[in-house]
């Protein structure tokens, strides 16, 4: 009995270290598109310098800063928000006390 409990939370741990690698691959690919996301507002930058307000019809750069802005701004929200960590379930081991003394 004993081996199968040690079995099942050592089963129980390499469960949660593979899912908490995938949670560390995914923070990292959210920070790369972060990165990404402020290249872009560069370029959009450029973009609207490079722009004629004298067009009858304009792009309007300002909305679309403003949303590649809540984008980033909701990756990095997500990134500093402390993880809840992962437990492995509890093992609850049968009780060898049967005998109840009443006094």
């Known amino acids: 009995m004993k081996r199968l409990q040690t079995f099942l939370l050592v089963s129980a741990l390499v469960a949660s270290g593979a899912a908490s690698a995938d949670i560390w691959a995914e923070r990292e690919t ?3 598109i972060g990165s990404e996301i402020a290249a872009l507002e ?4 450029a973009a609207e310098a490079q722009s004629d307000p004298a067009n009858r019809t304009t792009f309007e750069y300002r ?3 403003g949303d590649l802005q809540k ?3 909701g990756i990095s929200h997500h990134l500093t928000v402390p993880m809840e960590p992962v437990f492995p379930s509890t093992i609850n081991a049968l009780s060898s006390d049967y005998t109840k003394v009443s006094h």
């Open 71 to 73: 984008i980033r701004k």
């Open 42 to 45: 560069s370029l959009v930058g």
């Open 30 to 32: 959210l920070a790369k």
């Open 63 to 65: 909305v679309l800063l």
